[in-house]
């Protein structure tokens, strides 16, 4: 059917009529005027993609008039115009591609209908670790031990490039993907088939987000749902609450983006944003760079929201000139975003829309600080730090506590490595990273760190040999200009060599510590400390022996990897003594924002960014000698522990069942809040003595061969074994720290995939019992395809992560909510009766549902499929399922 809107369309310039667009302003309607900016872009895709059946004139009316039923739980559906994925949750996806082909075929289908739709692009940044460090080749030798380790991943990911259409692969070694995506991939405006429209998109990556710092409405979706909008979907989602953020005032001399970031982060964990979009205003605005903009934008998963935007003003359009952009594209980029109202200029409150609720931050009052040292929004002042430390010490176990007892708050343990002799305490610094997309693209804060290394090693400051130290760019354009402006070799003097292109410590690719630092940890049962500029410090993610992990910004990752500890006030104690015996305090090092500026402008140049990224997909020799398959269905090896075809759907048929009640479900697991996506399904390294261990074991492997559970996500066999694996999961069946439960039929303590299979094998089904947001953290698939592989029908928590919930919904997963006010405790749940969960032939969006104990007490939650569409992949018993059935139909 044609568009009900075609009337608004018409050219960008006269001169030019075959460039057209839809002139929103056109419509004639003054709400369009009042609308905040990020929701404008949602009323284009919808006015654009308006077909009357899967976008309807009733849904553009709904955007138009957010206002008034933005809080409501209205459905809209959204086409964004293109996926991103990064390698660890784009293997699973393209394994997923080619298991749909298989299927479709199966049913009479034609396979080739399998192929992205949307544009997709795939960055392979997750795969590189940080084996070796603080040495020449370490890039080199790091590198070479990523292509050994992940090449039949890679020929994998070759052979989708081929075999699909619309699907671009950027090789390893380039970068991070939000990096490589705001330096290099980010449109901004579209220009397609004769159309100009916003560029936006999802991504499987939480911190998709990134991009909404250059005007570019982003955010991060399962890898399930971003399948669906590779296949032609849209996203089916309840129109946000939009939380005007207004920035006022200029930072501090000394504050840097990450303090920003961090201060942001602790504010709007308290405001309440999740689910909702955060969009910036305010003169403070003007005043940050594009870069910093990113770095807020990055963050937005850690203060819960779901998008953070920032529209496009002049400072974007000079961001598009300085990283190379064609001019010529960039002229009319702007002119389009004119012509659609879509321009911003902060310092101009008139342009200032409506917002559901307007919060202010003034620059002025952000100081240093870090976040830690379990979460990324337990911010604390770098003043504080020293204090803040020694209280969590001795504080009862939690995200600010380790419960060491008082006469062991001195606890030393001395070590020797490499034939000298040192010392490490609690606070002792094993870790220090300059490290992810959140920091490493802003090169205010890493010619920071540089300036800083500098000033160190002129003052003769040392980093002590045992620390983990590391530097992984999130592209070369960073490594460019460091080299360039003269101080990368003070940065490889203290220990900051580059180690590899892509996420690594930050996503828990630290590789290991020296064997007599773990001894010592270990026999000391130390809090050692990881210092990150990442943006995630959960409990077990970055190293199993950091037990406190701070994020912080890359010249306090230098001063702390010089210090060794975090047990130090820097305002009162020197960082060390110069060989004139002098003490050196952090203030002597530090460099001035106006130091750090001048360097940029001289050597952060169009022209490295043209270099850089004119060659960036056919730079990678290992990569171009890859030879991979040419079919279009893939031939599956089964001696292949990486690229396995995944169960999902082996008793797949055309016809639809009625959904089923569940009925007598044993608890598999009883657990607490904030239990994050690293809980459920890691991506760090995989424990020698776990289930997937004794599997790939099994296989003929050795320790040295298992690599990462984030390697393996191509793998069912593997990744159902690492699920609820993190050694730090606390199930309150035991009541302590570990990847077990207990089996109540026979009152086993088993590892959690163990306990799953004895119940598969009875027949019996299986739910999680969980308190608040639940599945936080990474927008990790396999957090849902694992519990679904393990038997898992339903979860029942207090609340849950955005993401995760789509996931699970995604994967035929009930995701149950307990009513307002109640919990299990209320309730008197104690995880060991059994449980009947009543769903109707017809269930309805946020309905209650009735459960039933085997105690005869019964009680209703909410049943979280918050949308029509929703339901519908719930009767198909997922989102593929729903998609093979349309496409072989």
Same mark, same amino acid.
């Given at each position: 059917m044609s568009n009900p809107f075609a009337c608004v369309v018409e050219p960008l310039d006269p001169s030019q009529p075959v460039k057209k667009f839809f002139n929103l302003y056109k419509l004639g309607d003054a709400r369009y005027g009042r609308l905040p900016f990020s929701i404008r872009v949602l009323l284009e895709a919808a006015i654009r993609n308006c077909d009357e059946f899967l976008v309807k004139k009733e849904d553009v009316e709904n955007i138009l008039n957010w206002k008034v039923v933005q809080h409501k739980n209205v459905e809209v559906p959204f086409s964004p115009a293109r996926v991103i994925l990064q390698d660890l949750t784009g293997v699973?996806?393209?394994?997923?591609?080619?298991?749909?082909?298989?299927?479709?075929?199966?049913? %009479?289908?034609?396979?080739?209908?399998?192929?992205?739709?949307?544009?997709?692009?795939?960055?392979?940044?997750?795969?590189?670790?940080?084996?070796?460090?603080?040495?020449?080749? /370490?890039?080199?030798?790091?590198?070479?031990?990523?292509? &050994?380790?992940?090449? &039949?991943?890679?020929?994998?990911?070759?052979?989708?490039?081929?075999?699909?259409?619309?699907?671009?692969?950027? #090789?390893?070694?380039?970068?991070?993907?939000?990096?490589?995506?705001?330096?290099?991939?980010?449109?901004?405006?579209? $220009?397609?088939?004769?159309?100009?429209?916003?560029?936006?998109?999802?991504?499987?990556?939480?911190?998709?987000?990134?991009?909404?710092?250059?005007?570019?409405?982003?955010?991060? @979706?399962?890898?399930?749902?971003?399948?669906?909008?590779?296949?032609?979907?849209?996203?089916?989602? @309840?129109?946000?609450?939009?939380?005007?953020?207004?920035?006022? %005032?200029?930072?501090?001399?000394?504050?840097?983006?990450?303090?920003?970031?961090?201060?942001?982060?602790?504010?709007?964990?308290?405001?309440?944003?999740?689910?909702?979009?955060?969009?910036?205003?305010?003169?403070?605005?003007?005043?940050?760079?594009?870069?910093?903009?990113?770095?807020?934008?990055?963050?937005?998963? &850690?203060?819960?929201?779901?998008?953070?935007?920032?529209?496009?003003?002049? @400072?974007?359009?000079?961001?598009?000139?300085?990283?190379?952009?064609?001019?010529?594209?960039?002229?009319?980029?702007?002119?389009?975003?004119?012509?659609?109202?879509?321009?911003? $200029?902060?310092?101009?409150?008139?342009?200032d829309p409506d917002f559901t609720q307007v919060v202010e931050l003034d620059l002025h009052t952000v100081v240093p600080c870090c976040s830690g040292p379990k979460r990324p929004q337990d911010k604390v002042a770098v003043s504080e730090m020293k204090k803040d430390f020694e209280t969590c010490l001795g504080a009862k176990q939690g995200f600010k506590g380790f419960q060491i007892a008082p006469d062991h708050h001195s606890d030393h343990v001395t070590f020797v490595h490499?034939?000298? /002799?040192?010392?490490?305490?609690?606070?002792?610094?094993?870790?220090?990273?300059?490290?992810?997309?959140?920091?490493?693209?802003?090169?205010?804060?890493?010619?920071?760190?540089?300036?800083?290394?500098?000033?160190?090693? &002129?003052?003769?400051?040392?980093?002590?040999?045992?620390?983990?130290?590391?530097?992984? #760019?999130?592209?070369g354009v960073v490594t460019y200009y460091l080299r360039e402006s003269g101080v990368m070799p003070y940065l490889a003097q203290l220990g900051f060599d580059v180690v590899g292109y892509g996420c690594m410590t930050c996503i828990g690719n630290s590789g290991p510590l020296p064997e007599p630092v773990v001894e010592a940890i270990t026999q000391g049962d130390l809090i050692a400390v990881g210092v990150l500029s990442g943006n995630r410090n959960f409990e077990g993610r970055i190293h199993p022996n950091t037990r406190a992990n701070y994020l912080a910004s890359p010249p306090l990752v230098?001063?702390?990897?010089?210090?060794?500890?975090?047990?130090?006030?820097? =305002?009162?104690?020197?960082?060390?003594?110069?060989? =004139?015996?002098?003490?050196?305090?952090?203030?002597?090092?530090?460099?001035?924002? $106006?130091?750090?500026?001048?360097? =940029?402008?001289?050597?952060?140049?169009?022209?490295?960014?043209?270099?850089?990224?004119?060659?960036?997909?056919?730079?990678? =020799?290992?990569?171009?000698?890859?030879?991979a398959p040419s079919d279009k269905l893939y031939t599956w090896d089964p001696k292949s522990t990486y690229i396995k075809? #995944?169960?999902?759907?082996?008793?797949?048929?055309?016809? !639809?069942?009625?959904?089923?009640?569940?009925?007598?479900?044993?608890?598999? !697991?009883?657990?607490?809040?904030?239990?994050?996506?690293?809980?459920?399904?890691?991506?760090?390294?995989?424990?020698?003595?776990s289930p997937a261990a004794r599997y790939l074991t099994s296989r003929g492997l050795t320790p040295r061969e298992f690599n990462s559970y984030g390697s393996r996500r191509g793998n069912d066999a593997v990744m159902v074994r690492g699920t609820f694996a993190n050694i730090r999961l606390l199930n309150k069946f035991i009541n302590k720290q570990a990847p077990q439960t207990i089996h109540f039929p026979s009152g086993e303590t088993l590892d959690v995939f163990d306990a799953a299979e004895r119940y598969k094998q009875a027949g019996h089904p299986l739910i999680v019992l969980t308190g608040k947001e639940y599945g936080s953290g990474s927008s990790r698939d396999w957090a849902a395809k694992g519990p679904f592989l393990l038997g898992i029908k339903a979860i029942l928590a207090e609340s849950y992560e955005r993401i995760h919930r789509s996931n699970l919904v995604g994967m035929g997963v009930i995701p149950l909510q307990y009513l307002p006010g109640e919990d299990a405790e209320s309730l008197g749940l104690t995880g060991r009766e059994r449980y009947t969960v009543v769903i109707p032939e017809e269930p309805t969006p946020r309905m209650n549902v009735q459960i039933k104990l085997d105690t005869g007490k019964t009680f209703q939650a909410i049943l979280r499929f918050d949308t029509d569409v929703e339901l519908a992949y719930f009767r198909n018993g997922g989102i593929l399922n729903y998609m093979i059935r349309k496409m072989a139909s």
């Open positions: 699973p996806a393209v394994v997923d591609f080619a298991a749909m082909r298989d299927a479709v075929k199966k049913l %009479g289908g034609d396979p080739e209908k399998i192929n992205p739709i949307c544009p997709a692009d795939l960055v392979i940044d997750h795969s590189i670790q940080v084996d070796f460090n603080r040495r020449p080749d /370490s890039l080199q030798k790091n590198q070479e031990l990523e292509f &050994e380790r992940n090449k &039949e991943r890679f020929e994998f990911l070759k052979w989708g490039s081929q075999a699909f259409h619309n699907m671009r692969i950027i #090789p390893p070694g380039s970068g991070i993907v939000h990096q490589v995506n705001l330096e290099y991939l980010a449109r901004v405006v579209f $220009d397609q088939n004769g159309y100009y429209y916003p560029d936006s998109l999802v991504g499987t990556d939480s911190h998709t987000t990134m991009i909404d710092g250059l005007g570019v409405l982003g955010w991060g @979706v399962g890898g399930i749902e971003a399948e669906a909008v590779m296949l032609g979907q849209p996203i089916s989602m @309840v129109l946000p609450e939009v939380i005007g953020y207004k920035l006022v %005032g200029n930072p501090l001399p000394l504050v840097t983006s990450t303090d920003i970031v961090l201060t942001v982060t602790k504010h709007l964990r308290q405001v309440g944003v999740v689910g909702k979009f955060v969009e910036f205003l305010g003169p403070g605005v003007a005043q940050l760079s594009i870069a910093d903009r990113a770095t807020i934008a990055n963050m937005c998963p &850690e203060y819960g929201a779901t998008a953070a935007f920032f529209p496009v003003d002049e @400072v974007s359009i000079s961001y598009l000139i300085q990283t190379g952009r064609d001019e010529e594209k960039v002229k009319r980029i702007k002119s389009y975003l004119v012509a659609v109202g879509m321009f911003r $200029d902060f310092t101009n409150s008139s342009q490499n034939g000298s /002799s040192f010392e490490l305490t609690h606070g002792s610094v094993v870790i220090a990273a300059i490290t992810s997309c959140t920091n490493t693209s802003n090169p205010s804060v890493m010619l920071g760190a540089g300036l800083i290394a500098k000033k160190a090693v &002129e003052a003769g400051l040392t980093v002590k040999p045992y620390i983990k130290t590391s530097l992984s #760019p999130g592209s230098i001063a702390y990897a010089i210090a060794g500890t975090i047990r130090i006030d820097f =305002e009162k104690e020197p960082l060390g003594v110069s060989a =004139e015996g002098k003490k050196i305090f952090l203030k002597d090092i530090w460099p001035t924002r $106006d130091e750090i500026q001048a360097v =940029e402008r001289q050597y952060v140049i169009p022209g490295m960014f043209k270099e850089v990224y004119q060659k960036i997909e056919t730079v990678n =020799e290992s990569w171009n000698a890859l030879d075809s #995944p169960p999902f759907f082996e008793n797949l048929t055309l016809e !639809l069942l009625p959904p089923k009640s569940i009925v007598d479900a044993y608890v598999l !697991l009883n657990l607490g809040d904030s239990v994050t996506t690293d809980h459920i399904s890691p991506a760090g390294n995989i424990a020698r003595n």
